[in-house]
């Protein structure tokens, strides 16, 4: 399964300058996985793909074992999950459910920029085929990207 998780706990990998390695809990079970994402952090919400899983590029999830230490899954960045060209693992609002299927996720919570964070968030809705800009939540059209002002730099999201 590809779900939801909560990292509880992240620890220096002892034989690797980027290795983390994370205490993962899916909501019945935690699990350890190492992971070399540069974002990861405790008590963030993402997406992990359990033992058995497969992703989208037909890569099969085994137990793994990096510099001498098991893990169990692989926390997954929008581009594991073939969403966008994003790197980073999935940063989710810290409400989020755990053990619910990624896809059953909003596709615009699928993404290592936390954009909920932000103040001000501009999207582009393509709706009866013309570009409507808006600062406003909009419930219909299809996304198509959106625009994150982080108060020092613009971010970017296309969802094409």
């Avoid at 290795?19 to 992990?48: F, R, W």
């Avoid at 692989?74 to 581009?79: A, G, R």
């Avoid at 920029?113 to 800009?133: A, C, M, R, S």
Wanted: aromatic letters at 6%.
């Amino acid at each position: 399964m590809i779900r939801t998780c909560k990292i509880t706990k992240v620890t220096k990998h002892p034989d690797s300058n980027k290795l983390k390695v994370c205490q993962v809990d899916n909501g019945q079970k935690t699990v350890q996985v190492i992971c070399g994402a540069s974002n990861v952090q405790e008590g963030m919400i993402t997406i992990i793909a359990e033992m058995g899983s497969t992703l989208p590029s037909g890569v099969n999830i085994q137990v793994g074992e990096l510099r001498g230490m098991e893990s169990h899954g692989m926390l997954c960045s929008p581009k594991d999950l073939n969403l966008s060209q994003e790197n980073g693992i999935i940063h989710l609002p810290k409400d989020s459910e755990l053990g619910i299927q990624y896809n059953e996720v909003e596709s615009r919570l699928l993404s290592s920029t936390p954009w909920f964070l932000y103040k001000l968030v501009d999207q582009h809705i393509e709706e009866n085929g013309k570009i409507k800009v808006t600062r406003n939540k909009v419930d219909t059209g299809k996304l198509i990207s959106e625009t994150y002002w982080d108060g020092e730099k613009y971010l970017y999201r296309s969802y094409l």
